[in-house]
């Protein structure tokens, strides 16, 4: 996971992700830097738009808050909308993380 927080922590300086910036910021952190992650994280980072990863996830994992309902259907139908936006959410989360390793 601390692979993951360099990146977004370079990201965010702006600086490029790449695997002696990520060595870096993973020593200063007062971890050790292990080669493979670093490459794998690096190589599946390679194309992506970290900017509009983040948005995706950030819009995906906000739920609307329940309404109360009048009928009995109308409470099915609600359920069945949370458990759908939760399943996105998750599947969002899920390929996320796969992303970044």
Known sequence: MEMV????????AKKEINEANLKKVVEA???????????????????????????Q???????????PSAGASEEKKEEKKEEDQGKKAEEAAAGLSALFG
Do not use: C, M, N, R
């Open 57 to 67: 996830t950030a819009v995906a994992a906000v739920a609307p808050a329940a309404q």
């Open 29 to 55: 952190a007062g971890e050790k830097p292990e080669a493979g992650k670093i490459k794998a994280l690096v190589s599946s980072l390679e194309g992506v738009d970290i900017e509009e990863a983040i948005k």
């Open 5 to 12: 927080y360099a990146a977004l922590l370079l990201h965010s």
